[in-house]
């Protein structure tokens, strides 16, 4: 079966996250976005896992199941390094004894606990009760593991189990570094609220035998993960090198001469783009035969919000979204599947929008220095569609 994976989410007892991050208030947004397997987040906390285990059934070695939509397992953990890791778990019980094991500041306060322990360590623990790791949001200035090392080697001393590329990051520019040839990538939303334009934002479409741990872990044995789905990187917060405070953009070659300092006084972080040409081996992608094609996609309620210039959590730009998906179906199906003429017969202002983005002819402003990206229209003008 073909299965739409979100497996890096945050739950309420994260920093940051909001506090509608509760299963009962993911399930539904998940169904409607059109998510099958939704990773829990925050597998390491105790009070996470006590609403899990009170909100869902298990269903199948792994899973938690609530109306129809399955939780796996997963947690991040940030190491000594600042490093962040995103770990994929068999079973509630080895959760506990993980947690257990971990060596940490913050565990039972936070989500996403930091730990006394290295990138090596981390891999070892979740290994020995079976688990999977690999780097969250690889490529990101703050807390990823090629902002710390050069090579995943520096970081494990072995492969990960697969590589997160984060939202500033796509196949093809992870795809110019030899040594991730073998390994699979993930793309995820990283959501830390329910809300549609955060959850499943990014996702992959993966072949599974069943779903459970054992089928995941599986097709990322035997690289049957079909497509990864996510932002035109360019519309991550870090995409090109810019400065945190006013986020004015820089070349490489501006950024080293102003010793990373903006003439505001900010901070100039090195984005993505950058990064990678520093550790890449081909200025072009080498796409080895297994890996799946990675297909643009963006959150339908932020188009919605840009055609009428109205916020995105806003009632109007919701009743518009929730009147194509109760009419159409998921928002991955209307984003992706149906008929351009299906969606104008239910939003004639919508249609040429998301036939826009279907031809990616929509403008996209990078974004960089904790600011992501923009889109805009052609020209601004829409007449040409339809």
């Known amino acids: 079966m073909i299965v739409n994976a979100d497996l890096h989410i945050h739950s309420c007892f994260s920093r940051a996250t909001s506090n509608n991050m509760v299963i009962d208030a993911i399930t539904p947004q998940a169904k409607l976005k059109g998510l099958q397997l939704v990773g829990t987040g925050d597998a390491l906390h105790p009070g996470w896992l006590k609403i ?19 939780f796996i397992l997963t947690a991040e953990v940030e190491d000594n390094k600042r490093v962040h890791h995103l770990m994929i ?3 509630i019980e080895t959760a506990h004894e993980i947690r257990n094991e971990m060596v940490s500041v913050d565990k039972e306060k936070e989500g996403r606990p930091r730990v006394r322990m290295n990138g090596a ?12 790791i690999g780097p969250a949001h690889a490529f990101t200035p703050w807390t990823s593991m090629y902002k710390a090392y050069d090579s995943y ?3 494990y001393g072995k492969k990960p189990d697969f590589l997160e590329l984060g939202l500033s990051a796509d196949t093809n520019m992870a795809d110019t570094i030899k040594e991730l040839e073998d390994i699979p990538f993930l793309t995820n939303s990283d959501a830390h609220s329910p809300w549609p334009h955060r959850l499943g934002r ?3 479409e993966i072949e599974m035998e069943e779903i459970s741990f054992a089928g ?3 097709a990322l044995k035997k690289r049957r993960i079909k497509a990864n789905y996510g932002f035109d990187p360019r519309l991550g917060k870090y995409h090109l090198t810019a400065c945190t405070r006013c986020y004015e953009i820089f070349t490489p070659k501006q950024a080293q001469e102003s010793n990373m300092k903006c003439s505001c006084g900010g901070t100039i ?6 990064r990678i040409s520093e550790i890449s081996t081909w200025k072009r992608p080498h796409h080895p035969y297994h890996r799946p094609p990675y297909i643009h996609i963006m959150p339908l309620a932020e188009i919605i919000s840009l055609k009428f210039s109205k916020g995105v959590t806003t009632k109007f730009v919701q009743d518009i979204w929730e009147n194509l998906i109760n009419n159409l179906g998921s928002e991955i199906d209307v984003m992706i599947r149906v008929p351009i003429e299906d969606i104008k017969e239910i939003s004639p202002e919508m249609a040429p929008v998301i036939q826009a983005f279907r031809d990616k002819t929509l403008v996209i402003v990078p974004g960089g220095g904790g600011k992501y ?3 805009k229209f052609p020209e601004n003008n829409l007449d040409n569609y339809i």
Do not use: A, R, W
Not at 121 to 132: T, W
């Open 269 to 274: 972080k090195k984005g993505v783009n950058y």
């Open 373 to 375: 990206g923009e889109i």
């Open 216 to 218: 995941l872990k599986m």
């Open 52 to 70: 899990i285990q009170e909100s869902t059934n298990p269903t199948g070695e792994g899973i938690y199941s609530q109306d129809d939509c399955d």
């Open 89 to 91: 778990l068999p079973s």
């Open 153 to 155: 080697m520096d970081c």
């Open 121 to 132: 360590q981390i891999m070892d623990i979740v290994h020995e009760h079976d688990g999977l």
């Open 202 to 204: 990014e996702f992959n």
